[in-house]
């Protein structure tokens, strides 16, 4: 991720580390085989982002989502060792303002940008499989005094009805 994030500054591209590695930076530890990181981009400038990575040598190959995919596209960048990194270029109902909210997070010998914790949480809420429910619901219990309640709502719903109603579920919980 460090290699990618490199390239990335490189080009002037703003991103965030999201998933299981921004999960973990927020305290919810689990294990996972690739790293995710999110670039607002338009699709037409994923093909030059991918040439930067493919002059850094990298292998890259870029995913072009159909008009109903979240997803508008996803750029997977592997090295040869088989270490990859999944960028989505850009993410249907994500807050335009997520990038600014990153926070800047050392890692290992470099320093990564991480999603905040509300955008990770409504990320989360959004995919809506069991482990991201779970990743919500840990985050969610992580120092309840800092989490701005309020924001997680609004993004919450960007995301539609079925996040909200995710959020308001996980939030009875807690009582």
């Known amino acids: 991720m460090l290699d990618v994030a490199d390239v990335l500054v490189g080009q002037g591209v703003s991103y965030a580390v999201i998933g299981a590695m921004a999960a973990a930076a927020h305290g919810v530890v689990r294990a996972s085989l690739d790293a995710d990181a999110l670039v607002m981009l338009q699709v037409r400038e994923a093909s030059g982002l991918r040439r930067s990575f493919d002059a850094a040598g990298?292998?890259?190959?870029?995913?072009i989502g159909d008009p109903d995919d979240p997803i508008p596209a996803l750029l997977a960048v592997r090295d040869t060792h088989g270490n990859?990194?999944?960028?989505?270029?850009?993410?249907?109902?994500?807050?335009?303002?997520?990038?600014?909210?990153?926070?800047?997070?050392?890692?290992?010998?470099?320093?990564?940008?991480?999603?905040?914790?509300?955008?990770?949480?409504?990320?989360?809420l959004f995919a809506g499989g069991p482990q991201d429910l779970a990743d919500a619901r840990a985050a969610l219990q992580l120092d309840q005094e800092t989490l701005d309640l309020e924001l997680l709502r609004r993004l919450s719903a960007r995301f539609g009805r079925s996040a909200e109603r995710a959020l308001e579920a996980l939030l009875a919980e807690q009582g």
């Open 58 to 63: 990298f292998i890259t190959e870029l995913t």
């Open 84 to 124: 990859r990194v999944d960028l989505l270029i850009g993410l249907r109902g994500l807050d335009p303002e997520s990038l600014s909210r990153a926070s800047e997070v050392a890692f290992m010998d470099g320093v990564l940008r991480i999603v905040g914790r509300e955008d990770l949480i409504a990320m989360k």
